[in-house]
Every structure is written in structure tokens, then in C-alpha cells.
């Protein structure tokens, strides 16, 4: 009786475990694949990965690529399960989740929210798996975002995707005029920000609602790109404080405040797209997200070129990683869906949509987003990694409450409210407090 009771209980717990495991979030089962029970059986390991897809399109090729991870690993038996989620909230789920214990094995970020991630201790380290595996080439992904990835000997993540920032042109407007393109420009090594200003300016037409210029006043195109391309920076050398009250800095800021004082670009932030696609604005800053909804849209004949020079050459880069849960019960299994997400012909078909650019310099990656036409001239968004400024991480302070301040900030400036010079002091002055 005794022993009856005994197996009875074992049975209980071996029960309640498989009930514990299927109920467990990120840590997945491991579950018989086989129909016997011999010692050759052949084990599943499920791994769930997650995105924010921007649209139904998108999601299709989230789900393709699902189906080649499987396809890929079915001979080591694990499943790939995509799990996307909508925009709305996205992090704020991420990071309950992780509270909680049952977030994804994998799952996309943006470059900037990384050190928000890894700070919690909850992002697992891959360089062990690096190390360990032969067949993985890290020197295929672009060296300026890994090194991103990389703090303290660890490494957290691989890139999903990359995006410089480009001027996008209607070639119609400029040829009407009788102007030379930013590209053609660009080639005789004569753009920057002096003859974007002429061209602006002689594209300017109030009369018929169309402008020289557009960009979204949000951090990328507008403060990160003109405060960068004057030669200043919006953070101190080592990221640990404000450097927007530098002269440098407020050269930037005094460029935008001219082009909003001289009517060059539309007023309305959410207009300048919509315009650009209705053939009212000649130049558009952004980066490759813009395209497939141009590609749609527009009716006139249109390129990109690189951004234009200022002090120095700039652009921003966009970027975005994956990174593995730390508390992923297979942590090896995760590496091997890793690998197939980040692969060239992965990012490949991502890139096809026309809303990234592949993270890796490899030739293959290089080929296919260069086919991946119009614009005729993708190799401006490729041109521009080398010296672009990355969308990093701020490892030492708080990113979100340093670019609200320096945001409402710059509206009173752009407005006329308060100066550059004030701009800058007060940003510094008011950010203080985010870094440790």
C-alpha cells in the first residue's frame, strides 16, 4: 500500500510539473516528439519570438520568416512561435512581462531602449554562445552597432535592422527650376548645408502651398541631426551629461530656427509627409521606413540622396536588436532561432518590404537591399553608416526624461519662444537630474 501510495504521488508531482511548464511564459516546454518512450527519442523545444509589426504587410513577413526558422530547424527539433504586438503599449507589455517572468524568448527593441532592457539584469548575455559557435561570423554585422551591444565584455543582442537617414527629393520640383538634384550635387561633392538652403529657398512657394524642405520635429531629423552635423553633440564624451549649450550645438539649433523663421518647411509636423508624397515639398528628411509609403503614393519622379554637409558629415542611424529573455529555459535553442532571424536571407526579405536595411555588411545582405529599387539610389543610406550617429543607449541617465525635456524645449525655440542660446542652457539645465 505503502509503495502505491508512493508512485501515486509521484505520478501527482510529474503532473503538476507539465502543467507548470506549459503555463510558463518564456521558459517552454520540452516536450516528446516521438511516439515511443525509448532513449532515441527525439525531443521539441518551442521558442517564442516577438516584433511590433507596423502593418498587416509587415506582419506577413514576421510570419514568413517564422516559417523559414522552422523550416531551417526542424532537423534539431525546435519550433519557432511568432508572437507580435501591437505598437500601442509594445514596451510597456515587454517590460511587464519580464517583471513577470513570461516574456518571449526573443524579442525586438529599439537601439535606444537598450540600456532600459539590460539595467534590469533580465536580457541574457550571448557572448558565451558566440564564442562557442563556429559557424557564427559577428564580424558580418555592422562594427558601429555591435559595439553598441557591447558593455562590459557582454554582449546583448543582435541587430534586426538598420536605418540611416536620407533626404528624399522630388526630382520633378528640381528639374522644373532648373536645379541641380541633392544627388547630382552630392556627386560633384558640393551638398551641404549652404546650397540645401539655395535649393530650399528657390523651391519655397507660399502661393501654391509648396516648400523647399520637411522634416518631423521629433529628436532624429531635427535636434540629433542638425546638433550632430554642426559638430556638437546632445550628450557630454562619455554620455554622462548635456552638451546641447555648447557653441557647436546651438550653431545646429540656430540652422533650424532660420529655416522655421524664412517659412522654408511646412509648419504642421504631421503635414510635412503627406505633403512630400503630394508633390509639395521638394526635400524630406527620413529614413527607410518612408519608402514603401512613397513608393505608393507619389506621382512624380523621385530619388535620395545622402544628407547634406554641415560643419561635418552626419546622419542618424536608426537601428533596432534582438534580445534573448535571461530567463529562457533554452538558451541554446533561442541562439539557433537567433541566428536564422539575423541571417542574410532573413534581413533580406525584411528589407524587401522597404522599411530597414539589412544590419549586415556581408555581400549578400549588401546585394539585396540594393536591388530592392525604387529609389534608383539606395547606396546613399549605405554611404552613410560609416559616419553616421548611432541611436544609443544612455547607459548612465534616463533617455525618456532627457529627450521629453530637451523636446518641449526645442518646440518653444523653433516657435520663437525662447532662443538657441536659451535652448540650450535651459536643456542642460533642466536634464541634469537624468544622469546618475
Known amino acids: 500500500m505503502l509503495r502505491k501510495r508512493t508512485l501515486s504521488w509521484i505520478a501527482l508531482v510529474a503532473l503538476l510539473a507539465t502543467v507548470l511548464a506549459a503555463c510558463g511564459g518564456s521558459q517552454q516546454p520540452t516536450t516528446s516528439t516521438g511516439g515511443g518512450t525509448g532513449s532515441g527519442e527525439q525531443q521539441s523545444i518551442t521558442i517564442r519570438w516577438r516584433t511590433r509589426p507596423g502593418d498587416a504587410a509587415e506582419q506577413r513577413v514576421y510570419e514568413e520568416l517564422n516559417a523559414l526558422v522552422n523550416e531551417k530547424l526542424k532537423d534539431k527539433g525546435i519550433t519557432a512561435v511568432y508572437d507580435p504586438a501591437p505598437n500601442q503599449g509594445y514596451f510597456e507589455k515587454l517590460k511587464t512581462e519580464l517583471a513577470a517572468g513570461n516574456a518571449p524568448d526573443i524579442f525586438w527593441i529599439g537601439g535606444v531602449e537598450l540600456a532600459d532592457f539590460v539595467n534590469t539584469g533580465q536580457i541574457l548575455d550571448l557572448k558565451p554562445l558566440i564564442d562557442a559557435d563556429s559557424s557564427f561570423q559577428l564580424s558580418n554585422f555592422y562594427p558601429n552597432v555591435i559595439e ?48 540645401m538652403l ?176 525604387p529609389p534608383a539610389n539606395n547606396q546613399a543610406f549605405l554611404d552613410g553608416i560609416p559616419y553616421a550617429a548611432l541611436e544609443a543607449p544612455v547607459w548612465d541617465g534616463n533617455w525618456a526624461d532627457f529627450s521629453g525635456t530637451v523636446q518641449s524645449l526645442w518646440d518653444q525655440m523653433i516657435a520663437g519662444q525662447i532662443t538657441p542660446e536659451q535652448f540650450g542652457q535651459q536643456a542642460c539645465e533642466q536634464t541634469a537630474s537624468t544622469f546618475k
Open 198 to 373: 539655395d535649393a530650399a529657398r528657390k523651391l519655397t512657394d507660399p502661393a501654391n502651398q509648396q516648400y523647399g524642405l520637411g522634416f518631423g520635429n521629433w529628436w532624429g531629423p531635427a535636434w540629433g541631426y542638425f546638433v550632430y552635423a554642426a559638430g556638437g553633440s546632445p550628450f557630454t564624451p562619455d554620455r554622462r551629461g548635456c552638451a546641447l549649450n555648447t557653441p557647436a550645438s546651438i550653431e545646429g539649433a540656430k540652422m533650424v530656427r532660420l529655416l522655421y523663421d524664412e517659412k522654408l518647411l511646412p509648419a504642421g509636423d504631421a503635414d510635412g509627409e503627406a505633403l512630400f508624397n503630394a508633390g509639395k515639398v521638394a526635400m524630406y528628411f527620413n529614413g527607410r521606413w518612408f519608402t514603401p509609403g512613397v513608393r505608393t503614393n507619389a506621382q512624380f519622379n523621385w530619388d535620395v540622396a545622402v544628407m547634406p554637409e554641415g560643419k561635418v558629415k552626419s546622419t542618424w542611424l536608426f537601428w533596432g536588436p534582438y534580445l534573448v529573455h535571461a530567463k529562457t529555459a533554452n538558451p541554446q535553442a533561442a541562439w539557433e532561432v537567433l541566428k536564422v532571424l539575423t541571417s542574410a536571407e532573413a534581413t533580406a526579405k525584411v528589407a524587401a518590404l522597404g522599411t530597414n536595411i539589412p544590419p549586415r555588411s556581408d555581400q549578400a545582405a549588401v546585394d539585396a537591399f540594393l536591388a530592392s529599387t
Open 148 to 195: 553598441q551591444l557591447t558593455r562590459d565584455g557582454k554582449i546583448y543582442g543582435l541587430p534586426r535592422d538598420i536605418s540611416t537617414m536620407v533626404v528624399y527629393y522630388n526630382e520633378d520640383l528640381f528639374k522644373a527650376a532648373g536645379l541641380k538634384t541633392p544627388k547630382e550635387l552630392a556627386a560633384e561633392g558640393n551638398w551641404n548645408w549652404e546650397t
